[in-house]
């Protein structure tokens, strides 16, 4: 059983910054990759970024030079660093951890940004 803990969410206004939190815990391997999603209402669940073992990251066109996805392997948590907020970025963020093959998600965090 692996158990994700994400913390972080909440609103703000546009061009703020929130900082996602995600703790994995359980019996599991070692993990692989890390990563957030999101999903807006209405829309499908789509990639923010991930970072791998060794540290390689990736993101999404939308969020480049915006967010900074971290992670540190001893504590098995991974950091979402989001700054220059907008409103579309609007969405349930969902962290998503990969070990020995298998996908394990988080409950979801909301983030809203608005004046």
């Known amino acids: 059983q692996v158990q994700l803990v994400e913390s972080g969410g909440g609103s703000v206004q546009p061009g703020g910054s929130l900082r996602l939190s995600c703790a994995a815990s359980g019996s599991m391997f070692s993990i692989s990759a890390m990563g957030w999603y999101r999903q807006a209402s209405g829309k499908q669940r789509e990639l923010v970024a991930t970072?791998?073992?060794?540290?390689?990251?990736n993101y999404a066109d939308s969020v480049k030079g915006r967010f900074t996805i971290s992670r540190d392997n001893a504590k098995n948590t991974a950091f979402l660093q989001m700054n220059s907020l907008k409103p579309e970025d609007t969405a349930v963020y969902y962290c998503?951890?990969?070990?020995?093959?298998?996908?394990?998600w988080g409950q979801g965090t909301q983030v809203t940004v608005s004046s």
């Open positions: 998503r951890v990969d070990s020995v093959g298998l996908a394990y």
């Open positions: 970072i791998i073992r060794g540290g390689s990251t």
